[in-house]
Nanobody, 129 residues
Framework: QVQLVESGGGLVQAGGSLRLSCAAS????????MGWFRQAPGKEREFVAAISWDGRSTYYADYADSVKGRFTISRDNAKNTVYLQMNSLKPEDTAVYCC???????????????????WGQGTQVTVSS
């Protein structure tokens, strides 16, 4: 079992920044990929970013109005924590942000939520215009 607790969300004006944290506990050594997803009201959950266990590989969403270039994912294995630095925030970034852990490689893309085994409860990010 892996437990995940997110923090760092809040209300920020457009153009501002936030840094989300996701602290993992339990069988953290089994985490291969740690990722961030978000879900806006009335929309499906969507991939934001992911990072490999050693931090050497990072992945970002490639949908329209992508977060790449504005968001940066990183991790500190000594603290069992993954971060999401969010800059130049836009109102459309408003959502509940959840972190997730994949403990094995599957046929699912790491950009697909089905690749992940454990999820946090999420933290609300609200960007005002």
């Amino acid at each position: 079992q892996v437990q995940l607790v997110e923090s760092g969300g809040g209300l920020v004006q457009a153009g501002g920044s936030l840094r989300l944290s996701c602290a993992a506990s339990g069988r953290t050594f089994s985490s291969i990929i740690m990722g961030w997803f978000r879900q806006a009201p009335g929309k499906e959950r969507e991939f934001v970013a992911a990072i490999s266990w050693d931090g050497r590989s990072t992945y970002y969403a490639d949908y329209a109005d992508s977060v790449k270039g504005r968001f940066t994912i990183s991790r500190d294995n000594a603290k069992n924590t993954v971060y999401l630095q969010m800059n130049s925030l836009k109102p459309e970034d408003t959502a509940v942000y959840c972190c997730a852990v994949a403990t094995s490689w599957t046929s699912w893309s790491i950009k697909n939520e089905r690749a992940y085994d454990y999820w946090g409860q999420g933290t609300q990010v609200t960007v005002s215009s």
